[in-house]
């Protein structure tokens, strides 16, 4: 246990380093790769390309795309968090915090390459965000691989278990079956409701409480890899990529390809990365939150810690994380629900270090 509050105590210590380090110079500051998770071969792969002389948004997509490659944590990529059916399907966003261009792809099926495919939108639309099956037909006219099978072995095994399981856990609410598998049908609360709205008037009893719905996010079941990248121009990109929550409801998407929520950059401000529960943590655009506070003085750390405060004081159970960067490259995270991790790279140092922030 004391073992355990030192070595804390030290991470602490080294992040405060860190933040004193405005002494110095600018050159040293950036460029600089910053990474939701311990990530640590994303964040190389990012370090390797914008320590190269690659800009910003280029080093945010070979990040992002090495974790795909990778299926980091096996959320991140092909062949993880099957939905209800099964399937495998991609979330990512790209944005580039000195045009405020943003490219963003959501349930895109057959194709693996998430980030590609955002950059693609970006780069080659005048859009913000393809979904579906016709941002796969897009990725692919635009040259990447697929149609392709996204499932992997190890998903199919993961939905099997659930199956087997009745179905739970799941993000169905209200409906009946509640503790099994489909098909659902809304439950005789709403049912009730519609007599009420038709003059009906029931006995308190038989309006009975709602079932509540427990959350039952985890550190396995919401990774997403969200990452910033300040390049030699100083300029700020950030980019995610997730195959969402398993056992999603078919045609669902989080947090991850949405701007504001899980990532969020300016280049006259700082960057924001965002992970946990994303269903809720999208109704509050955080990244958004933490990236205007600094516009306005606040030190990375405070940021994060206000953003992530907002959604406690409405969602006490909910789980999430966030890191604030500023331009001047001080970063700091914050989390609830669970113990966090960051990785940075800069060239002060020789290779990747891991931040933990405790809730
Ligand atoms: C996709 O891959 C999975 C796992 O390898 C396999 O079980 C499934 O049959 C494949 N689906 C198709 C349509 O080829």
New binding site residues.
């Given amino acids: 246990m004391a073992t355990k509050h030192i070595f804390i105590t030290a991470i602490l210590l080294s992040s405060i380093s860190l933040v004193l380090g405005h002494s110095v110079q600018k050159s040293e500051m950036y460029p600089l790769v910053v990474s939701t998770w311990p990530f640590v071969d994303a964040v190389r792969a990012a370090w390797r390309a914008v320590d190269g002389g690659s800009s910003a948004v280029e080093a945010v997509v070979e990040g992002c795309s090495a974790c795909e490659e990778l299926r980091c944590d096996g959320t991140v990529g092909p062949?993880g968090s099957p939905d209800e059916n099964g399937e495998t399907t991609i979330d990512a966003m790209v944005m580039d915090g000195s045009t405020m261009e943003v490219g963003a792809i959501a349930a895109m099926r057959y194709v693996k390459d998430g980030i590609r495919a955002a950059n693609l939108v970006m780069r080659h639309t005048k859009h913000t965000m393809l979904v579906g099956e016709k941002a796969s037909e897009f990725a692919i006219s635009m040259g990447l691989p697929g149609p392709m099978?996204?499932?992997?072995?190890e998903?199919?095994e993961k939905w099997s278990k659930w199956k087997a399981n009745g179905c739970l856990p799941n993000f169905r609410k209200n409906v009946v079956p509640q503790n099994g598998c489909g098909p659902y049908h809304l439950n005789d609360y709403f049912l009730l409701t519609a007599e009420l709205q038709e003059g009906t008037c029931p006995g308190d009893d038989m309006l009975g409480s709602l079932p509540s719905s427990s959350s039952h996010v985890d550190v396995k079941n919401h990774d997403t890899i969200s990452m910033a990248v300040i390049d030699q121009m100083g300029k700020i990109a950030v980019g995610t990529s997730t195959n969402g929550a398993n056992f999603k409801i078919p045609g669902r998407v989080g947090d991850g390809p949405i701007t504001g929520s899980s990532a969020y950059a300016d280049t006259e401000v700082g960057a924001c990365g965002a992970t946990g529960d994303g269903d809720i943590m999208m109704r509050f655009l955080p990244c958004y939150q933490v990236v205007e506070s600094m516009r306005l003085g606040m030190e990375p750390e405070l940021a994060a810690k206000d953003a992530i405060s907002r959604i406690a004081r409405k969602y006490p159970d909910f789980v999430g994380a966030i890191f604030a960067v500023n331009k001047d490259g001080v970063h700091a995270g914050a989390c609830h629900g669970w113990t966090f991790q960051y990785s940075v790279r800069t060239s002060a140092m020789k290779d990747v270090k891991v931040f933990t922030v405790l809730p």
């Fill in positions: 062949g099978n996204l499932t992997s072995p998903s199919v």
